[in-house]
């Protein structure tokens, strides 16, 4: 990666000087995403609630990045573009890692706003692990606890005053119980095989990186179910940063790949996770959560974490697929010493639990778009 930084930090130094020549917009906010190459998720929500209001000009650049050689020339290509667009909005809107801002810097009446695109953070990430490139020159990140404040403020290279506790806007629906039942009853209906099954939902986060590849966790779903009763099924939700997957045509795996996560806990029974933040956001339904953690010992070495996962992760740690597979028989058991894991684990990950974080973000977006 260090070669395609050099390469690619020489072809912005020469665009840089030239992206300073055009003036600030003061009414303009640009979405800068790399995991997504259209409108999802907290960047969905904020965008169609600011075309509402008609007084902002709103821009995008939306791309999925992959490691193929034409996706570094595509992803060289956006990061041309993002100078541009960055040095003249007021408010950038990000929503990871970005190293055009990190490495250019940008204009005092430019605003960089980093909506993560998780809930919070099991493991550590941005300054808090070896990198490529320091994380930098960002003004605002936004959280979901008191709790998580100083860990974005390291990994952003932010004082603990520029991380604001507002929640997380795509979080906003699971708190409606009218979303999530008609969320169930439309995934019922879509899918007639889960009907009268215990659901067990598995969500990974990826392996590998961005400047490298990415690759999924290995564990044989088949083999897991094959020792499960025929009431269980299984939902294997991959990351979206992996582009493909061995069990996207499995017969005995439900493989659901367009469908967000948050969707898909409305059916869910159980969940099967591992370093992923998606662990936070299952909090809300207060049902019982297993860790499949085959490379803990490893992963706490490199990048490890951000609390003591063994002692506080929500639910039992299995490190092999028949500790897995006993967890999974086992729920009914120890469900106080469970439910008051969560409880705790809730505590310390949540603030607020109205369901109006988007509002609170609304607002923060107001006032940095008053302080021109």
């Given at each position: 990666?260090?070669t395609?930084?050099?390469?690619?930090?020489?072809?912005?130094?020469?665009?840089?000087?030239?992206?300073?020549?055009?003036?600030?917009?003061?009414?303009?906010?640009?979405?800068?995403?790399?995991?997504?190459?259209?409108?999802?998720?907290?960047?969905?929500?904020i965008?169609?609630r600011?075309?509402e209001?008609?007084?902002?000009?709103?821009?995008?650049?939306?791309?999925?990045?992959?490691?193929?050689?034409?996706?570094?020339?595509?992803?060289?290509?956006?990061?041309?573009?993002?100078?541009?667009?960055?040095?003249s909005s007021?408010?950038v809107?990000?929503?990871y890692?970005?190293?055009?801002?990190?490495?250019?810097?940008?204009?005092?009446?430019?605003k960089?706003?980093?909506?993560?695109?998780?809930?919070?953070?099991?493991?550590?990430?941005?300054?808090?692990?070896?990198?490529?490139?320091?994380?930098?020159?960002?003004?605002?990140?936004?959280v979901?606890?008191?709790?998580?404040?100083?860990?974005?403020?390291?990994?952003?290279n932010?004082?603990?005053?520029?991380?604001m506790?507002?929640?997380?806007?795509?979080?906003?629906?699971i708190?409606?119980?009218?979303?999530?039942?008609e969320?169930?009853?439309?995934?019922?209906?879509k899918?007639p095989?889960?009907?009268?099954?215990?659901?067990?939902t598995?969500?990974p986060t990826?392996r590998?990186?961005?400047?490298?590849?990415?690759?999924?966790?290995?564990?044989?779903?088949?083999?897991v179910?094959?020792?499960?009763e025929?009431?269980?099924?299984?939902?294997?939700?991959?990351h979206?940063?992996?582009?493909?997957?061995?069990?996207?045509?499995?017969?005995?795996?439900?493989?659901?790949?367009?469908?967000?996560?948050?969707?898909?806990?409305?059916?869910?029974?159980?969940?099967?996770?591992?370093?992923?933040?998606?662990?936070?956001?299952?909090?809300?339904?207060?049902?019982?959560?297993i860790?499949?953690?085959?490379?803990?010992?490893?992963?706490?070495?490199?990048?490890?974490?951000?609390?003591d996962?063994q002692?506080?992760?929500?639910?039992?740690v299995?490190k092999?697929?028949?500790?897995?597979?006993?967890?999974?028989k086992?729920?009914?058991?120890?469900?106080?010493?469970?439910?008051?894991?969560?409880?705790?684990?809730?505590?310390?990950?949540?603030?607020f639990?109205?369901?109006?974080?988007?509002?609170?973000?609304?607002?923060?977006?107001?006032?940095?778009?008053?302080?021109?």
């Amino acid at each position: 990666m260090k070669t395609k930084s050099i390469i690619l930090t020489i072809i912005l130094g020469i665009f840089y000087p030239f992206s300073l020549i055009s003036e600030v917009r003061r009414n303009r906010i640009t979405f800068i995403s790399l995991e997504h190459d259209n409108l999802s998720k907290d960047f969905k929500l904020i965008y169609e609630r600011l075309s509402e209001e008609k007084k902002y000009d709103l821009r995008t650049v939306l791309f999925k990045f992959d490691s193929s050689f034409w996706g570094n020339i595509k992803y060289g290509y956006a990061c041309i573009r993002q100078l541009f667009l960055i040095q003249s909005s007021h408010l950038v809107i990000i929503d990871y890692n970005n190293f055009v801002v990190s490495k250019f810097p940008h204009r005092k009446r430019v605003k960089v706003l980093q909506l993560w695109h998780a809930t919070g953070a099991l493991k550590k990430f941005g300054n808090d692990v070896e990198r490529d490139y320091k994380v930098k020159n960002y003004d605002y990140t936004i959280v979901n606890s008191d709790f998580l404040k100083p860990i974005f403020a390291r990994a952003f290279n932010l004082l603990e005053s520029q991380v604001m506790v507002t929640g997380i806007p795509n979080n906003d629906k699971i708190f409606d119980s009218t979303f999530v039942e008609e969320t169930k009853q439309r995934l019922l209906a879509k899918y007639p095989v889960l009907k009268n099954k215990k659901i067990i939902t598995y969500a990974p986060t990826f392996r590998g990186r961005i400047s490298t590849h990415f690759r999924e966790a290995l564990i044989d779903l088949e083999k897991v179910h094959q020792k499960l009763e025929e009431d269980y099924l299984i939902i294997y939700k991959s990351h979206p940063l992996i582009s493909d997957s061995k069990y996207e045509n499995n017969e005995r795996v439900l493989f659901i790949q367009d469908e967000l996560i948050s969707s898909l806990f409305c059916i869910t029974d159980i969940l099967v996770t591992d370093y992923s933040a998606i662990a936070i956001d299952w909090m809300v339904f207060d049902k019982p959560i297993i860790a499949y953690s085959p490379d803990l010992i490893n992963y706490s070495r490199k990048p490890g974490f951000t609390f003591d996962y063994q002692e506080e992760f929500p639910g039992p740690v299995s490190k092999n697929e028949e500790e897995l597979v006993e967890a999974i028989k086992s729920v009914s058991k120890n469900v106080a010493e469970n439910r008051l894991k969560r409880k705790k684990f809730t505590d310390k990950m949540y603030k607020f639990n109205d369901g109006k974080s988007t509002e609170r973000v609304l607002d923060l977006i107001e006032s940095i778009m008053g302080s021109f």
